[in-house]
């Protein structure tokens, strides 16, 4: 049920100059339900009816009174500037639950993007280079608005802009050749190629002919090169099968894996595009955009030499884009300090005048923080994706061993709880912010974490369980009751009130690209829920018994919903 616009009809007919959707509008949901359940605030009528806003608002508390009021509504009362709603709260209770429970595992979906197609540029490691905690950021949240797009009815392609070409091919590509090895390349992958990298560098300060014949290799490969050609493939190969055993993991997978090789022989046509715009001007010789009316440094389109920039492949792939998924919305997940290259970029898309380039959004993200500074890959202390889920899970299997020692698959939950922990703890603040690690913090089964919703969700599962409860009865629970007077009680409505706007948050979330929306409310679910729990037997074995459990119910259902959306897995016990 829309309350809004219900009580919006309540007020219309004693505001008759306000359009009833500004009424709606303007109705908000307060804190704390002590100050209503809705309240309509008063303060921007006063000018017009010269007035002062609460008795304004007490004019209109009691016209609404003077006839009787719905079912669904219990009281009106005014309260300084504010009218404040107070719903039934046995109807509220029917009515929430039997939604959540007529929906189920579709309870929250829309379709506000019905028809519309959203890209996600996330991920998009750098081939032959470890796949680090810096890419973590970008893949967890990439991954969740993925979800929470494709829930709202959007056509979500997952794009994966490989960093599959440069400069680093042609290094790789002569160290290989020097120093390498296939077997030991074939068995242990990345970490053999990153030495014969590391060594390629330390050899090229001796011997500066080294960097000369690495950029050889790139002009030759750029023209066809088929041996160094076979040999770049097969290092693509080499490190997409470590990258796919994260994805797996993660439980993640892309649409679209064009990266930025593929955009080698199309770049020509794009920098034409550029030129005919009438927008690229030379400067010390290098082909650039003038952005200074836009407040920011030249794009640079072609070096002096000749080569292309990051730049101009993403603007090339960006026209690709357009052409080939005609997107409503282009968006590109990267650390904020990539931020000027988007802007930059998308300028020039813009002043090229293409109509699409204001879909386009960059979507950064705050540095990953460990105890002792920022992770850099230079001073080669960087700590592998992989090492770090596989810490997490490890230490989850000793708290799993000590915590439920008679859990059957103790192993696949702790991969679920372990893995689910270092996702929610990326998508617990706004994306902007730093995130500090700390390993006791994102493990700890009783804070804001994770581990936390997960445990609330197998609670759920385990009273149901216990109760021998059937949620295919809940249909017949809810058409069959009448009364939902024990789910009246303060600690109840707080649980009610959160799967109400269960909807509300995700398409929040959707708006403001984040994810961390979510899993705030999923925090607070979980807390009200135990909160509830702690103050009502649910188990009592009288008739209220089963109506606690079509709440407990539908708790299970928004946390397993909220949980998928963020990536992270439901089980149901732990
Ligand atoms: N490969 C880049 C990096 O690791 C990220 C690419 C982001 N996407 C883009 N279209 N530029 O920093």
Known sequence: MEYKQALAIQLSPHLADIPHVDIINSIEQPPNSQMGHFAYPCFRLAKAMRKAPPAIAAELAASIMEKPLPAWLQSVE????YVNF??????????????????????????????????????????AKQFHVGHLGTTVIGRA???????????????????????????????????????????????????????FHEEADKDPSLEEEARNWVVKMENGNEEGLAIWRWLCSISMREYQKIYDRLGINFESYRGESY????????????????????????????????????CLILRRDGGT??????????????????????????A???????????????????????????????????????????????????????????????????????????????????????????????????????????????????????????????????????????????????????????????????????????????????PFILSRFLIALAQAFNKFYNAHKVLTGDENQAKRLVLVSAVSIVLENGLKLLGISAPKKM
């Open 263 to 298: 955009y080698n022989d199309k770049m020509e046509a794009a920098v034409e595009e550029i030129r005919k715009s009438g927008l690229l001007i030379e400067s010390n010789g290098a082909q650039v955009v003038d952005l200074e009316e836009h407040k920011m440094p030249p």
């Open 336 to 514: 904020n300090e990539q931020k000027l290259h988007f802007a930059q970029f998308f300028k020039v898309l813009e002043l090229m005048e293409y109509p699409w380039a204001k879909n386009m959004e960059h979507v950064p993200y705050g540095l990953f923080i460990f105890d002792s500074g920022k992770m850099s890959t230079r001073k080669g202390q960087v700590i592998k994706l992989k090492d770090l889920l596989d810490e997490s899970v490890a230490k989850t299997l000793d708290i799993i061993r000590e915590k439920s020692p008679n859990l059957e698959n103790k192993e696949e939950v702790a991969e679920q709880v372990g893995i689910g922990a270092v996702i929610f703890n990326q998508l617990y603040n706004s994306r902007i912010k730093d995130v500090v690690f700390s390993w006791e913090r994102m493990l700890n089964f009783e804070g804001e974490t994770g581990p936390y919703v997960q445990y609330t969700h197998a609670r759920t599962c385990s009273i149901m369980e216990k109760a021998g409860y059937d949620p295919s009865s809940t249909q017949t629970q809810l058409s069959q009751a009448t009364d939902w007077e024990v789910l009246a009680n303060d600690e109840s409505f707080e649980v009610l009130r959160l799967l109400y706007n269960f909807p509300d948050r995700i398409a929040e979330s959707a708006d403001k690209y984040e």
């Open 78 to 81: 005014s309260a300084g500037g």
């Open 309 to 334: 920039l990051y730049a101009t492949r993403d603007i090339t792939a960006a026209m690709d884009r357009y052409a080939t998924y005609r997107f409503d919305k282009s968006l590109y997940v990267t």
């Open 145 to 199: 608005l993925y979800n929470i797009f494709n829930y709202q009815g959007y056509e979500t392609i997952g794009i994966n802009y490989l960093g599959d070409w440069g400069t680093s091919f042609g290094k790789l590509l002569t160290a290989y050749l020097k120093w390498g090895n296939k077997e030991e390349i074939e068995e242990t992958g990345i970490e053999a190629l990153t030495r014969i990298y590391v060594r």
């Open 86 to 127: 107070y719903l039934d709260k046995p109807s509220f209770a029917s009515r929430v639950l039997e939604n959540v429970h007529n929906q189920n595992q579709n309870y929250g979906r829309s379709g506000i993007g019905d028809g519309k197609v959203v890209l996600i540029d996330y991920s998009s490691p750098n081939i």
